[in-house]
Nanobody, 117 residues
């Protein structure tokens, strides 16, 4: 599966961004999709995931999100979204989309999110 991300950018603290990820295959053939992020000098960490994608999806989030982000799938547009609200400078990172088909993981190229204070 090839994944193409978009929507990153530079925003001020407290503002919002919406990331998008479009897979090369129909989401109905993908078991799980989600987002990781990697800040400079830090390990990649999970942000949010959507399991059971073909049956509507079941979202889950990392604890540090604290209700600020929403992961969703627009099946009509075959697109995974990550709505990020109340952004903080510590959210600055490269955000990567992934897709899991059976046990095989695919990754996007990443999109930069920079939050200024």
């Amino acid at each position: 599966v090839t994944l193409v991300e978009s929507g990153g950018g530079l925003v001020q603290a407290g503002e919002s961004l919406k990331l998008s990820c479009i897979p090369s295959e129909s989401v109905f053939f993908i078991n799980e999709m989600g987002w990781y992020r990697q800040a400079p000098g830090k390990q990649r960490e999970e942000v949010a995931r959507m399991t059971s994608v073909p049956t509507g999806g079941s979202p889950s989030y990392a604890d540090f999100i604290q209700g600020r982000f929403i992961i969703s799938i627009d099946a009509a547009k075959n697109t995974l979204h990550l709505q990020m609200n109340s952004l903080k400078p510590e959210d600055t990172a490269v955000y990567y989309c992934y897709a899991k088909v059976l046990s095989r993981m695919s990754w996007g190229q990443g999109t930069q999110v920079t939050v200024s204070s």
